[in-house]
């Protein structure tokens, strides 16, 4: 083993692992990646159902927020990823890329090339997509993109519903329009997710210029005269990077350890005692999450994946997942959604939908005893702007996340409505064979404070936070727009940390297509063929 790399990945999750799986591409450069939690082993990882025990606590750091101070201090479970794969081994592997609007939204602030015709062959490169192959698809590269293979037939009830009320069907949510429902793609191949890691480390683990270490814990990054020259491990080793460090640790995880090596705002820092690297307010800030609404219905019958949650029907399951891939455990669970609009006006849709074909899913969610669905709503352009901060310099200790939801009046007001279209989606007659009634929130929640309280009460994350070493031409910036950090010579960030705004969908599928694209720019930065 070498005792210096040219370049260590700090996280190997969706975008790092694509950087360890690109940079070895060429033989010449030695690649080290670094993930802080363990091997991806366990059959959770690989069958999408597995999704339903990855909020409640396995491959996650078991974070919580800060009290949320417009919330009435509820304070949210914050799953994280600690495993290799990281946010894409543990999601529902739904694949969604964002609305285009939001990529030339980043090109129109001053993100030259990161407009929606520069990522898009971005996005094409990393699928193997099972179905399409045009404009918009691609076929070929490393990540499975399939069609769900377990949905039931209330998920049809729950298109014609959403077409009573004038929402479309949709095919290709991914493709020339975002509006209205669909099957959502998923990241899995032949019934069985296809994490980043799946997908680009573990085929490509034989490569000699590529070493992976897993359980190991950055404490710091070591900066001598203004560059980044590598990383002090918890054990207090020291590795060397000759070429570059790459920061990958996600939209909480980066900021956490720039924060912990001196690097971010200086009060802040100075508060805990952390000697100063370098001065950068923005770190930290900037944070973006969207805030996940639930509707939960108690069904009249049999018709969701609720009663396999018994000893006998999880035994019939994992039969008809072994003989066929099919039947719950082929499915992610919250693979039927869509996209509309909470604002008629609005330039692109404003509002996603996730139907859980269960309840009780993730964690804090209610079940229902006689089983049920659940609808999900959240708004996708939320202006509430949140941070993560230390509580200590003491790497062991979390960090201090505040995701500050609902800050912005604005964001109460377009969530209510979402929660309210959810409803009105589950109201109508296509659904009444399956729907007994409505449980949550149910018939006393009528005003809109009733319905603030109700979601202060129930409300979770979307898992999708991004922001938080925010991209930009300007000198606050933390990165440029090739991700190379400001002012710090051979450390770039990349990962959902550097999206100036969220996107308008789940995220992950974007932090793959920053790790396809980063790879592309450090290799031509560094001569690499």
Known sequence: MPKGYDFIIIGGGSAGSVLAGRLSEDPSAQVLLLEAGGSDRHPFYHLPAGFAKMTKGIG??????????????????????????????????????????DYDDWRQMGCTGWGYDDVLPYFRKAEDNETYDNAFHGKGGPLGVSEPRAPLPVCEAYFEAAAQLGIPRNRDINGEKQDGVCYYQLTQRNARRSSAAMAYVAPNRHRANLTVKLGAQVRRLIVEKGRATGVEMADGTRLTANAEVILSSGAIGSPRLLQLSGIGPADHLASLGIDMVQDQPQIGANLQDHLDLYCISELRGPYSYDRYARPQWAALAGLQYLFGRKGPVASSLFETGGFWYADPSARSPDIQFH?????????????????????????LRPRSRGTVRLQSADPAKAPLIDPNYLQDPLDRDMSIRGLKLTQEILSQSPLGKYILAERLPGPDVKTDKDYFDFICRHAKTSHHCAGTCRMGPDDAAVVDTRLRFNGIDGLRVVDNSIMPTVISSNTNAAAIMIGEKAADMIKSDNGMG
Request: aromatic fraction near 8%; proline fraction near 3%.
């Open 60 to 101: 996650s750091w078991g974070w919580e927020t800060v009290p949320q101070r417009h919330m009435q201090d509820k304070v949210f479970r914050y799953t994280q990823a600690k495993v290799i794969g990281g946010g894409s081994a543990i999601n529902a592997q739904i694949y969604t890329r964002g609305n285009a609007q």
């Open 355 to 379: 139907l859980g074909l269960g309840t009780g899913i993730e964690h804090g969610v209610a079940a229902m005893p006689q089983g049920g669905i659940t609808l999900n709503s959240c708004y």
